[in-house]
């Protein structure tokens, strides 16, 4: 292919929203160009993975009885997925990636409608260029800033709060990661239509576009990320064009005696990753649940930080994490002020072979929903756990 096509690509005028695709063509074209022109060698790859995670629980929210019973996914999720790879020649490959989440408690799994709910692409990448996925799959903001955090209890990890960086995932995407250069690497990713495509179309609403870019640098025992993502304007009467949008900062350092991890991140008229509350029923209607509360989603803003620290003692180790989050808006029905957002926890995590561990934790929420992470009631919640996780 030629560089002259390159260069008219990225030179030719083009409108707003297609400036903002630009990079993911020329990168799809420079990667696909790249693998083409290489000569093909059978040598493939596929694996089995997984884990299966499941504790017993303790719930307590305010205003609600204690609940107690068995819990899937305390330390990390449980899931399974098949990763496939295939050496296409002069360091070039193809690959793919399916992965679904696991109830482990009724052995079903996460979202009977969608097996590979956590990832389902194929891609190609070249040692010079890098990869590009197309399909489901995490955005590059939150695969790159998630990698700070220390204890991913489910519910009470650096996504409670920060929740660009939750386990969450985008469909119709495309995405490219750069090769590390020195340590640093770059990515984007762009979905056609993150929403809920048939109830937007039923609902007279507009698709839901999601932009994403993230930098990191991984080198020694330092690791540092940051990212910007932002969705298309929300094309609803009540909205005025508003853009759900998330920066986020990370940082991680390894003492040897303890790893160390900060992080920041300001969310703006709503969740991008549409993993918060479902809000009103009209928003619902439209595709756009997730988004969080009204309030939120009108003009909103949540400032939020995290903090946290692993301690290896023995063969096991100890986590303590701490974020907190700042909204700036008075919720509606009752005039009051949103209050400031706790989340805190402190595990344990004790290995039992190199795939299989035991584990305990013990954390509490303030103003903190576990489903959403922002509600009008503003609720308390506690839990204790202990576990057992192990991978395949």
Request: proline share 5%.
């Amino acid at each position: 292919m030629s560089p002259l096509f390159f260069v008219w690509i990225a030179a030719r005028p083009l409108a707003p929203e297609q400036t903002r695709i630009r990079w993911a063509w020329c990168s799809a074209a420079a990667v696909l160009a790249a693998v083409v022109a290489m000569p093909a060698q059978a040598q493939t790859h596929v694996r089995l993975y997984g884990t299966v995670d499941a504790a017993v629980s303790s719930t307590r929210v305010s205003g609600g009885p204690t609940e107690n019973g068995l819990l899937s996914g305390g330390q990390s999720d449980s899931l399974w997925g098949l990763q496939g790879r295939e050496a296409l020649g002069g360091g070039s490959y193809a690959a793919f990636a399916l992965e679904g989440g696991l109830d482990v408690a009724h052995g079903a799994p996460d979202d009977p409608a969608r097996p590979f709910n956590y990832q389902s692409w194929v891609g190609v990448g070249s040692a010079s260029l890098g990869e590009l996925r197309l399909g489901r799959q995490y955005t590059v903001g939150q695969a790159f800033v998630s990698a700070i955090e220390v204890g991913a209890w489910r519910d009470f990890g650096v996504g409670a709060l920060l929740r660009a960086s939750d386990n969450y995932q985008v469909s119709r995407q495309i995405s490219w990661r750069s090769p590390p250069w020195s340590g640093v690497q770059l990515g984007a990713s762009y979905s056609f239509d993150a929403g809920d495509a048939a109830a937007a179309d039923a609902a007279g609403g507009s698709a839901y576009k999601l932009y994403s870019l993230a930098l990191r640098y991984e080198q020694g025992p330092w690791l540092l990320a940051a990212s910007w993502e932002q969705a298309s304007a929300l094309r609803l009467d009540a909205l005025g064009g508003r853009r759900p949008s998330a920066a986020q900062l990370g940082a991680s350092y390894n003492f040897g005696v303890a790893r160390l991890a900060a992080g920041w991140s300001r969310q703006r008229n709503g969740f991008v990753g549409r993993n918060g509350g479902d809000g009103p029923a009209q928003w619902q209607a439209a595709g756009l649940q997730g988004l969080g509360p009204a309030e939120f989603i009108d003009g909103g803003r949540l400032d939020a930080v995290y903090l946290a620290a692993s301690i290896p003692t023995g063969r096991g180790e100890f986590q303590m994490q701490w974020s907190q989050a700042r909204p700036n808006w008075d919720w509606q029905d009752s005039g009051a002020r949103a209050k400031t957002s706790q989340v805190m926890s402190l595990g344990y995590i004790y290995p039992l072979s190199l795939r299989t561990s035991l584990y305990a934790f013990a954390a509490h929420g303030r103003a903190y929903a576990m489903d959403g992470a922002l509600d009008a009631s503003q609720p308390s919640v506690s839990q204790v756990a202990f576990g057992l996780n192990t991978r395949f």
